[in-house]
């Protein structure tokens, strides 16, 4: 399997990311086109040489005119989905845009729909983090894994002012994540895109064992005295067996996957016509919930009613419980911590047909695999090609 791994002995962010992937044999040309791939005009890139700490690495820079002063959700949403990325590199971006949105909700205390994007609704975040998930794609990587993040010390100024190194944000989104604080007087090392990016891509801790095929530096703006400001990323190849030892390691169960702590919330409502429950489900699942199910069940003096159970990470069982009340007719909301044992599984790419759908892919407990490929790709398809779904679901399989 081919994996990537990060080493940020100096930090994140989205254009160290860049950088180390045009380092370690990424296309230079993917990175200079990609504002034009995106439908974004005038913006300049430039991949230079530099020196950090003596060490030879790649910088990135982009040269934007002025823009919209942050961005909401929904057009971050519409510029990802304009663009010719697979179906696999949209949704993972789509993802951290997400991530991002949902922690700064909860930090400001309102919803995902008013949060107004700020540095990472920019242009070069837009550009960083669909370039480092696109980039990943385009090298053949097909897990990444991460080593412990240094988190920085000192203040560094926001929109919403001068804020404490790592920031609300920055810390919220590395939650679960390896990390560590200083060095004393680096500053900021972290920045809310890079720990999105780390917070999507990363499997864990690196294999204990794999096959080094790449390897590159991509610059830091800051240059230190005593150490390089660069973040190394190293191409490699891992067997099955070094993949299994690695997630036993990083707390996965060796038969069976990883198991979550996260918060059930249930609400039982006899009182809502099927389209109001319907609309307040797609709400939750728009706001980022883990799980929605409708269950149908029976109130007092045996009226039928809906039990409705939205699954969530206990950092956000406020925000939903709010949602939860709010969009619906409920009184009352109970909350439970559960334990779920989650698969590992990743996303792949294939071709059929000319088209390009997304397959996840998910490793089962006697170390075979199981695939599904993507409803909405395999309906796309289908339609484009006048095969039935069945047909193009099994192309799809059997291109992997």
Not at 180 to 203: D, K, M, Q
Not at 249 to 261: I, K, P
Not at 269 to 294: H, K, P
């Amino acid at each position: 399997m081919r994996i990537a791994i990060l080493d940020p002995f100096s930090g994140i962010s989205g254009d160290m990311f860049l950088g180390a992937l045009v380092d370690a044999g990424l296309e230079e040309s993917f990175l200079l086109d990609l504002p034009r791939t995106l439908g974004i005009d005038g913006v300049e890139v430039r991949v230079s040489r530099v020196s950090r700490g003596q060490i030879a690495c790649r910088k990135v820079d982009f040269a934007i005119p002025p823009q919209p002063h942050g961005r909401h959700l929904k057009h971050i949403r519409a510029i990802v989905e304009a663009t010719p990325a697979p179906a696999s590199v949209k949704e993972r971006a789509m993802e951290a845009f997400t991530l991002i949105t949902e922690c700064e909700a909860a930090i400001h205390g309102t919803t995902v729909e008013r949060v107004h994007l700020h540095e990472v609704g920019s242009v070069d975040a837009i550009l960083d983090i669909v370039g480092a998930i696109w980039g990943l794609e385009r090298l053949g990587v097909e897990r990444v894994f991460c080593g412990t993040i240094p988190l920085g010390d000192g203040f560094v100024d926001t929109a919403h002012g001068r804020m404490a190194v790592p920031t609300a944000a920055t810390l919220k989104l590395l939650e679960g994540l390896p990390v560590r604080p200083g060095p004393e007087g680096s500053g900021e090392l972290v920045t809310p895109t890079g720990a999105a990016l780390v917070r999507v891509l990363s499997s864990g801790p690196p294999p204990h064992e794999f096959v080094t095929r790449a390897s590159g530096f991509g610059a830091g703006t800051k240059e230190f005295a005593d150490r390089a400001n660069a973040l190394r990323l190293v191409i490699a190849d891992a067997t099955p067996e070094a993949m299994q030892a690695s997630s036993r390691r990083s707390g996965a169960t060796a038969d069976a996957g990883q198991v979550e702590r996260l918060i059930m919330l249930a609400a039982d409502i006899d009182d809502a016509t099927g389209e109001m429950i319907a609309g307040m489900a797609d709400a939750l699942r728009l706001a980022g919930a883990l799980d929605v199910s409708l269950l149908s069940t029976v109130m007092k003096k045996g009226r039928p009613g809906t039990r409705v159970e939205v699954l969530c990470a206990p950092s956000d069982a406020d925000r939903f419980e709010r949602l939860l009340l709010i969009e619906s007719t409920t009184i009352g909301v109970r909350r439970a911590e559960v334990l779920r044992r989650a698969l590992p599984r990743e996303m792949r790419t294939v071709e059929v047909l000319g088209h390009t759908i997304a397959v996840k892919v998910v490793l089962l407990p006697d170390g075979t695999r199981r695939a599904k490929p993507e409803y909405e790709d395999v309906r796309r398809v289908a339609t484009a090609t006048g095969r039935t779904m069945g047909q193009v679901a099994d192309a799809a399989k059997a291109a992997l």
